[in-house]
């Protein structure tokens, strides 16, 4: 299960540009899509690159 933290995300785009798949946008936040395979590899990246840590 991977979350995105509303009230941490800064809204920068790194996750979703990291891993599209899994992460967009939405109201200048990022947000996991719904169905979304978040056992990807592309997710740990998007975690590890977002600067506020707002990925869990
Ligand atoms: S990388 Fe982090 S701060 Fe940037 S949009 Fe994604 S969750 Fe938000």
């Known amino acids: 299960?991977?979350?995105?933290?509303?009230?941490t995300?800064?809204?920068c785009g790194s996750c979703s540009?990291?891993?599209g798949d899994?992460?967009?946008m939405k109201?200048?936040?990022?947000?996991?899509?719904?169905?979304?395979?978040?056992s990807k590899p592309c997710v740990k990246?998007?975690?590890?690159?977002c600067p506020v840590d707002a990925i869990s």
């Open 22 to 24: 899994v992460f967009e």
């Open 1 to 7: 299960m991977v979350s995105v933290n509303k009230e």
């Open 45 to 49: 990246e998007a975690t590890d690159a």
């Open 27 to 38: 109201d200048g936040k990022a947000e996991v899509k719904a169905g979304a395979d978040t």
């Open 17 to 19: 540009a990291i891993c």
């Open 9 to 11: 995300c800064i809204g």
